[in-house]
């Protein structure tokens, strides 16, 4: 439904809602016939415009599932998914950062984000700008030219940020991104993007098995059940945002208090 | 191509003189010296194999995207891949003539099947975790075929190429075994008939030390297309 989509209606323009997300009763199963599994579901959810959601559940909660849904990569089974008011479709409704990289080897670090501005549909003669100005958010000026082997892992994850960035969708979807990284580059990164959706007003929704990346990340935290995945556990999270000192933040007895009582929750939701 | 038509071969030497139109024409084996026998060869591989090269990297493209077409169309490339070039030559030679034709033709043939197959696999192997990025980013099924599958499948493709190059310097004997003179291969055949060992010798290295040099060059324009390999 491109056409209806680019003229959009009333409800679909309305920027107050760009970026939310809401699902309806969503369930999603895999597999056919006798083998069918349930991954999540069934799930109603709505994030609000500007809001940072942190969903959290052991592995195999299907907390991926529910990202995939909502990136547009997979339809739900049963339900409904909408993403400012339409059907989410991959690559117009959210930017995607993966749990790898997986960036684009035979391109350079600026071929990678040149590639997500060309199908962002951004003009060519914008580009140079565009591109410092991205890799400038995500602290990596002067790597251009380099090759994607040739950098280490954080600051792929880098790049593949600044590429989810470039169309500048109002929705940022993040899977386990910093999973695979050292706690030291993890921390960074996460300030990182705190600082970039805070900035920006994006709405973002970022999956997660730490308890305590949820707690620093999210506005609000929701916990997943064992498979399949329901919400356990809605807490919004008043921690302030914006320009804070992040090392006295997660020393805070607030933060502590916070961690303690989501790792609970996890475990309590796993054990279910 | 007509000038070739004085010296079918096994005729022997005492016919060369026929030959009005070549200026040098006493010099060199059966009138050629051994460059212009390989350089005429190579034509005839760059040509056949070109075509074989780009045919086989067009098929591999739609079989790897198209299940279908796979299923269609596979069977009857491994059946190409295992007939020895020597069994369809004839055929050629009905069908096509015993000029450049069949020759280039059986080269083509020869060199096909291993670029498809390699195209094929490396294009039902790109990872999906990179078409499914580029998707994330907005790329159309066009664009992903252009910025992901394409790229992907390079390495393999390329190695399908030397394969290719390869199988078709091997097939150059039986393809220039009919008025194959000038041809390094028609030469090889020629001074066989007449149990001139050196010169079959000669013919063999020229050919062996010809497709060593041109592999390298394969290998060095791999190494600059593609010089992320093995590296992610």
Known sequence: ?272 | MERDTGSVTGQGVGRVRRRVHHPRRRAGLQRHHLVEHLGISLRRIAIGAGLGIALGVLFGLLMGTVGWLRSLFEPWITFLRTLPPLAYFSLLIIWLGINEEPKVTLLAVAAFPPVAVSTTTAVAAVPKSLIEAARALGASRWDVVRDVVVPSALPETLTGVRLAVGVAYSSLVAAELVNGLPGIGGMVKDAANYNNTPVVLVGIIAIGVSGLIIDGLLLRLERAVVPWRGRA
């Open chain 1, 1 to 272: 439904m491109p056409s209806s989509e680019l003229t959009g209606t009333r409800e679909e323009v309305d920027f107050a809602r760009a970026g939310s997300v809401r699902l309806d009763h969503v369930t999603h199963r895999y597999g056919q016939g006798g083998e069918v599994f349930t991954a999540v579901g069934p799930v109603d959810l709505t994030v609000p415009s500007g809001e940072f959601l942190v969903l959290v559940g052991a592995s195999g909660c299907g907390k991926s599932t529910l990202l995939r849904l909502i990136a547009g990569f997979e339809r739900p089974t049963d339900g409904s998914v909408r993403v400012s008011g339409a059907e989410p479709r991959p690559g117009r409704t959210a930017g995607v950062v993966f749990q790898t990289p997986r960036l684009f080897p035979w391109r350079t670090v600026r071929g990678n984000i040149d590639l997500a501005l060309r199908y962002a549909g951004v003009d060519r003669a914008r580009w140079p700008e565009r591109r410092a100005e991205l890799l400038a958010r995500v602290g990596l000026e002067g790597t251009e030219k380099r090759r994607v082997w040739e950098i280490s892992g954080g600051q792929q994850q880098r790049v593949a940020i600044a590429r989810a960035l470039a169309a500048e969708n109002p929705l940022l979807l993040l899977d386990e991104p910093f999973a695979a990284l050292d706690a030291l580059t993890r921390e960074r990164l996460q300030e990182d993007v705190r600082r970039v959706t805070d900035r920006t007003g994006r709405t973002a929704v970022f999956v997660t098995h730490s308890a305590e990346e949820a707690v620093f990340l999210g506005s609000r935290i929701v916990v997943l059940t064992r498979s399949p995945g329901t919400v356990a556990l809605d807490l919004p999270i008043t921690l302030p945002r914006g320009d804070i000192d992040a090392e006295e933040l997660r020393v805070s007895r607030e933060f502590a208090e916070l961690r303690a009582q989501v790792s609970h929750a996890v475990k309590a939701a796993a054990a279910a």
